[in-house]
Structures are given as C-alpha cells and as structure tokens.
C-alpha cells in the first residue's frame, strides 16, 4: 500500500538532461522530508539531494559534485517529488533511488538511516 515509485531514466548523452519523478502512494508526500540517492556499479550509495517537508522554511540541499546542476522539487498535487538534472556527466551514470522520512524540519542529504520509505531505483545512463 504504502510505496515510492521512482520514474524517468533512461539514456542521455553528455551534457544532456533529465527529470526524474518520484511518485507516493498510501501516503502523504509533502509531510516528508524526500533526498535522492544514487549508487554507481562498485560504488557505495551517496546522497544527491533533499527537500524539507511542506510547510517548513522549503530548504533544499545537494552535494556538492552536482550543486548548480540539479534541481530538488515538489508537486503536491500529484504527491510527486522531481529531480531535474541538467549538465549531465559521465560520473552521473547511477541507480536513482527517492526515499521519503518522517524528521521534521530537516533535510540532511546524508542521512540514508532516517529514510523511512524508498523506491526501487532507476537507472540513470549518461553516455555518448
């Protein structure tokens, strides 16, 4: 009942662009903080970006390797959260997971362990 179902990857070419979703149900998105994570092939899973929940101060952060580059967003009309990835480079080539927690006023794109809901993945290729 209760699901994070991740969408929008696919293959792009340098320099390209993409916007990932991340869709809920059985729940309510906007009262969750929501990070995108990725992991690459032999690679350990890192933080990308988080947004505080709905009704907070709306900060958004992101890592360093893609700060200027994505974009973390809401849509609560469709309880969907975005990612726009734009400037693509090989290094992003990843499995991309949203995850969804209950930690109130917070956004902390490192804090995996306090994520209470995550998707499958989707696959991000970034290749010429």
């Known amino acids: 009942q209760l699901q994070l179902v991740e969408s929008g990857g696919g293959l792009v070419q340098p320099g390209g662009s993409l916007r990932l979703s991340c869709a809920a149900s059985g729940f309510t998105l906007d009262n969750y903080a929501v990070s995108w994570f990725r992991q690459a092939p032999g690679k350990e899973r890192e933080g990308v970006a988080c947004?505080?929940?709905?009704?907070?101060?709306?900060?958004?952060n992101s890592a360093d390797s893609v700060k200027g580059r994505f974009t973390i967003s809401r849509d609560n009309a469709k309880n969907t959260v975005y990612l726009q990835m734009n400037s693509l480079k090989p290094e992003d080539t990843a499995v991309y997971y949203c995850?969804?927690?209950?930690?109130?006023?917070?956004?902390?794109?490192?804090?995996?362990?306090?994520?209470?809901?995550w998707g499958k993945g989707t696959l991000v290729t970034v290749s010429s």
């Open positions: 947004i505080t929940r709905t009704g907070t101060d709306g900060r958004t």
């Open positions: 995850a969804a927690g209950d930690i109130g006023n917070m956004c902390v794109i490192k804090a995996a362990y306090a994520m209470d809901y």
